[in-house]
């Protein structure tokens, strides 16, 4: 059965400056790999996926996230955090064989102070 | 485009009272999912549709959840009777088709059981 690990209950970051939020994975197969963000008493929203292809992926306000096969990684990272980034992370994976649902990690609290 | 669409945002009942949550997906999308998303962890999906066929009911406790997708478009979740630890917030997302595609969440419901 897939799994997804979010090592990570909160991470502090100063606006400005580069953030990472980690993620590691457990599949069948090869993996399809989400990150969600969620903000307060508001549902979960994309922000981007691997499915195949270059390991670097590029997603919605500046986020990216790297693949990394051998490590079993996808770390959300951007640049340069904003105060408006702070929010929930999720990480989710699925495999691409057969039917498998998507299963997220426990989330991420990132907060960007000023 | 509009999106995902669930009612009603919050609900309050007592234990073993039955209660029901309402789902519009974004027009075109074949695949329908319900989740329970409990407080401090990540969404666990409970049913997905595809079109009007169950998918996957696996993780739906289905002594007391249950959940329809007629004509394909809407969907209703039922839990009667309730449990307290049915508090959580359900969440309905829907998505061009399974696997690759990612899923776009409607805002949720937050169900508090007494």
């Known amino acids: 059965a897939q799994s997804v690990a979010q090592p990570e209950d909160q991470v502090n970051v100063a606006e400005g400056n580069p953030l990472t939020v980690k993620c590691t994975y457990s599949v069948s197969g090869n993996p399809y790999l989400f990150w969600y963000v969620q903000y307060p008493n508001r549902g979960l929203q994309f922000l981007l996926k691997y499915i195949t292809g270059d390991n670097l992926v590029k997603g919605s306000y500046g986020f990216e996230a790297e693949f990394n096969k051998s490590q079993t990684s996808f770390h959300l990272k951007k640049p340069s955090a904003l105060v408006s980034d702070s929010a929930l992370y999720f990480c989710?994976?699925?495999?691409?064989?057969?039917?498998?649902?998507?299963?997220f990690g426990t989330g991420t609290r990132l907060l960007v102070s000023p | 485009e509009a999106g995902v669409a669930q009612s009603p945002r919050y609900k309050i009942i007592e234990k073993r009272q039955s209660v029901a949550f309402w789902c519009n997906p974004i027009s075109g999308h074949a695949t329908l999912y319900w989740y329970q998303q409990i407080l401090g962890q990540g969404p666990k999906l409970l049913i997905q549709f595809q079109n009007n066929g169950v998918v996957d009911d696996s993780q739906l406790p289905k002594d007391r959840f249950s959940a329809e997708r007629l004509k394909g478009v809407d969907s209703t979740l039922k839990i009667q009777p309730a449990k307290l630890e049915d508090s959580a917030v359900y969440l309905c997302a829907s998505s061009l088709g399974r696997q690759i595609y990612e899923q776009y969440f409607g805002p949720g419901t937050r169900l508090t059981v007494t």
């Open positions: 989710a994976v699925r495999g691409n064989t057969g039917f498998q649902k998507l299963v």
